[in-house]
């Protein structure tokens, strides 16, 4: 476990001058991200107060440490000028190499990762640029980073990893499959996850399982398992390890049974009548736990969440009734997202 920066290099603030900014990338999927505030590091005085505001960033993290920066590019990032587009093989290697000359000033030992989210969506040369890059001569960069939003990149999978660096993985944990992502409890998918670690494993030196709420810690933990287990460990022993661990020895077999059911159902538009029987395992489980486990947050989330699968099938996907309102309000308690200023990850609200 690493202390780590997760940052998009060619960010902005609001009042940056509008000719230092980006000129927006291709985004045909809608993922890329444009808050208005990207910058264009071929522009001169733009390049200049990245580095300013890069060196002041650092700055703050002196007391804390870092071991690892990990530069992203996009989501949001990018710059589409002829200068820096392909932006995954010109403008984005530039400027992060740059950075990570004012990083190892601050932090020498810190290790620097490339992001490659995104990358040729749509094609644009950008795996194969870097590849050509990086073959000129490197020593800036330390690991890639790669993954997606459904399966592996298949690049690094089949071509090999640029630069013949070690690489690491981003598991796509909270937001997958679901809107608003933690809006219904617990999200697990293990045998996801084993399908992608199938692919990936033996090729990995690691990975940044990103998380944005506390409904994914089933899959936090199945993530670390597996890069501290390797190949040899299954996903569906951990779900089992897990439960026994937070909820009891004595639910271990309906609890891993309805999570396989949970994941079944994860896409909301492909709920079906097993998330009853979701919900009755989880009821008989519960009759086994100790007060203490049912009052807390990691068996109510998972509770919920089979609560909330049988109703909302009951009642054809529609959010209406007072169980699932009560439902989605002690969801919002639990998250402390009363006062949450983003709908992706407040649960729903039904009046």
Known sequence: MKVGLLQTPGQGFKFTKNEFLSTP????????????????????GANKLLRENWRFMMDQFKDIGLDVVVHFPYDEGGCGCD???????KGFPKICSELTGITKEIFPAAK???GTWMYDTPAAGEWDGLANLL???????????ADAHEDFPRYPLEKGVPGNLPLLNFPEISMWGQHPWGGYGLNPFPARLQRLW?????????????SEGIYDDMNKVICTQLYWGKEKVATADIVKEYAAYEYGPDVVNEVARAIDILESNHVRKQLSASAIEAF???QQAEKKITP??????????????????????????????EVLKGAFNELTDIYHAKNAHSKPIHPPVIQ
């Open 25 to 44: 990338v291709p985004d045909e999927l809608g993922r890329r991200g444009h808050f208005g505030v990207n910058l264009d590091p071929s522009n001169e």
């Open 83 to 89: 200068k820096c587009w392909p932006w995954g093989a």
């Open 112 to 114: 620097t990762v490339l």
């Open 135 to 145: 073959k000129k001569g490197n020593n800036w960069v330390d690991y890639i980073m």
């Open 198 to 210: 199938n692919q990936t494993g033996n090729k990995l030196s690691g990975g940044f399982p990103y």
């Open 280 to 282: 009755r395992l989880m």
């Open 292 to 321: 203490q486990v049912a009052k807390s947050w990691r068996w109510r989330i998972l509770y919920l969440r089979a609560l909330i699968d049988q109703e909302m099938y009951k009642r054809g996907g529609k959010l209406e009734g």
